[in-house]
């Protein structure tokens, strides 16, 4: 009944002092080495050359995926079509930190941004909080992404206008739900008697196209640019992550990327065999082929990191949630449904189907081995939780007989055991860059484009017909080519 444990050396690696176990996967060492074995004949090898390269990997959009020039903190040359890049990301780097020694007396920043503009800062202010004796400069930084004006009425309701500085972060500068929060932002401003020169002075944009945000009205000095070459998911290293910097401080936003580039140097250059991305990419992609699963957990057990299963919902179900292959042909596997919250918390949630579900879920449990706080009972506290998730894994693994079938754990669950030494800014953006390189692994191994969404884009098109509908307040609208007869009855409906 149980996985039985492969204690072999090849079940735990680790890399800056980053541990990874798969003992508890149930691979054989013989189906290991036929993983290493097809992912070298897959060219896997060259794919990741390729991508710190600076080739053409994103090949629907005909560009290459270089977020990890942004982490590249050593400055090494990183050639796009014979240019290099790092001067521009230097230049970066240094307006971020001079931001940062200017801001003085601000009370709260508003953040605005959704998906890949808002999941990565987020994680990052959330989790860095918890760091034991962490200076947060005396700001408070609220994240504004839904256009339901619940969120913005909150936030707006605690924020101090003279002394609020604004964050608008949009790759395009043309995503709705960002321009109208920053409008309804601004106004807000206005209201509160706030000059059209203190305004410009508070407005900050954080894009891609520097054009659309001084249309907008953001003067020139306070746009901060990142390039078409970085994925919006994978942008928190670029000024996406202005916030981390100005809540942290710039040395803080330093060691975030410093934990980047580490895992980037050893995916980049370890053997597949020690390389943990990669490892962890080809226990999953066994899984699937194994036990045909269809969805993996993952449970951080540190409360600090409760934002980081929403951030990677977004990297794997965007980059990897296809259909069709770089080729144009099906594919076999793609993205499985990711899902996940902070442990132990989850053990009284969703743990019973994991357990005793008819579906097989892999998990992939986070560890912290320090506590995270300093409180005088954080090390007895840390062990329970530690020891709830080496528990969990356990039971998972082995199951349990029982005459009374109700008490009976099938086991054979697989998981994986990622063990951070503490956390902090560096082995924050360490995971982040692991999980980051583990996505493109699994995306090169399925033969899938990790770096473009275009399935996120149909649902906005068809989006401003059936708002046109709706502000029409008219309850006889009409099946179309654009707004079909369930949708068109549901129009009517909220406009009688």
Request: charged share 20%; hydrophobic share 45%.
């Amino acid at each position: 009944m149980s996985l039985q444990p492969h204690l072999a050396s090849q079940n735990f690696h680790s890399a800056i002092n980053v541990v990874l176990d798969t003992a508890y996967q149930g691979i054989s060492d013989s189906d290991w080495k036929k993983l290493f074995a097809s992912a070298r004949q897959s060219g896997l090898e060259q794919f990741i050359a390729d991508m710190f390269a600076g080739k053409h990997i994103n090949n629907s959009e005909d560009r290459p995926a270089l977020h990890s020039a942004l982490r590249n903190l050593s400055k090494t040359p990183v050639l796009i079509n014979g240019a290099d890049v790092m001067p521009a990301v230097d230049e970066v780097w240094r307006r971020i930190e001079a931001l940062c020694n200017q801001w003085e007396g601000i009370t709260d920043v508003i953040h605005i941004g959704i998906g890949g503009s808002d999941f990565g800062p987020r994680l990052a202010i959330e989790a860095l909080a918890h760091v034991p004796g962490i200076e947060s400069r005396g700001m408070r930084m609220h994240f504004l992404a839904n256009i339901d004006t619940a969120e913005l009425a909150r936030i707006l309701a605690h924020a101090q206008p003279h002394s609020t500085r604004v964050l608008i972060v949009s790759k395009s500068f043309t995503t709705l739900e960002t321009t109208m929060n920053a409008k309804a932002v601004v106004a807000w401003l206005k209201e509160n008697d706030c000059t059209k020169s203190q305004i410009a002075h508070a407005l900050y944009a954080v894009t891609a196209n520097v054009t659309a945000a001084k249309e907008f009205g953001i003067e020139e000095d306070n746009i901060y640019p990142f390039w078409d070459w970085v994925g919006g998911r994978y942008s928190v290293w670029s000024a996406v992550g202005l916030p981390i910097a100005l809540q942290y401080g710039f040395e803080t936003f330093k060691q975030f990327l410093a934990g980047a580039e580490s895992i980037d140097l050893h995916f980049k250059n370890a053997p597949l065999e020690e390389n943990l991305p990669v490892i962890m990419a080809l226990a999953l992609l066994y899984q699937q082929e194994k036990h045909g699963i269809k969805a993996y957990a993952v449970i951080p057990y540190a409360d600090a990191l409760d934002w980081f299963p929403k951030w990677l919902q977004q990297l794997d179900m965007e980059s990897n949630g296809k259909s069709i292959d770089r080729d144009g042909k099906p594919v076999k596997h793609s993205s499985p449904i990711v899902f996940g919250s902070a442990g132990s918390n989850a053990q009284h949630s969703y743990f019973q189907l994991l357990h005793q579900g008819t579906e097989i879920i892999p998990i992939d449990f986070i560890a912290v081995r320090e506590p995270m706080s300093d409180r005088p009972e954080a090390v007895a506290h840390h062990h329970i939780l530690l020891s709830n998730c080496l528990a969990q894994a356990q039971a998972l693994a082995n199951g349990k007989d029982d005459v009374n079938p109700n008490n009976v754990y099938p086991g054979k669950r697989p998981s994986n055991l990622l063990l951070l030494p503490k956390l902090n800014a560096f082995y924050l953006g360490a995971l982040l860059a692991l999980y980051e390189n583990r996505t493109a692994t699994l995306g090169a191994l399925w033969n899938i484009n990790s770096f473009d969404q275009p399935g996120v884009e149909y649902g906005k098109v068809l989006a401003k017909p059936i708002e046109k509908a709706l502000t029409s307040h008219q309850n006889n609208i009409q099946a179309s080519a654009e707004i079909d007869a369930v949708t068109a009855a549901r129009i009517n409906f909220l406009n009688s």
